[in-house]
Nanobody, 121 residues
Framework: QVQLVESGGGLVQAGGSLRLSCAAS????????MGWYRQAPGKQRELVAA???????TYADSVKGRFTISRDNAKNTLYLQMNSLKPEDTAVYYC???????????????WGQGTQVTVSS
């Protein structure tokens, strides 16, 4: 199996910064893509930032210029540096990975348990 464990969430004042981490572990042969999503109360889960094939990155318009996604391939770990945080960034942040497991014939999507980010005004 594959596990994604997020960390780094918390409470911060507007204008502050947080860094989220997501460590993937288990019977991983390769990771095709990894990304961060978030879900605020009463809203649908939305893409925040992601790596797709190769080193292509995608950011939500609302976070461009403030958030930076990065990864350490050797550690199967994904990061999200969040600067200039705003109250509207408050949400549960989830890590997602599309993984090819050992001996598997296709890729599967996995999700972390989520980490709460709260930005006070």
């Amino acid at each position: 199996q594959v596990q994604l464990v997020e960390s780094g969430g918390g409470l911060v004042q507007a204008g502050g910064s947080l860094r989220l981490s997501c460590a993937a572990s288990g019977t991983i042969l390769s990771i095709k893509s990894m990304g961060w999503y978030r879900q605020a109360p009463g809203k649908q889960r939305e893409l925040v930032a992601a790596f797709s094939s190769g080193d292509t990155t995608t950011y939500a318009d609302s976070v461009k210029g403030r958030f930076t996604i990065s990864r350490d391939n050797a550690k199967n770990t994904l990061y999200l540096q969040m600067n200039s945080l705003k109250p509207e960034d408050t949400a549960v942040y989830y890590c997602n990975a599309r993984v090819r497991r050992l001996f598997a014939t296709r890729e599967y999507d996995y999700w972390g348990q989520g980490t709460q980010v709260t930005v006070s005004s």
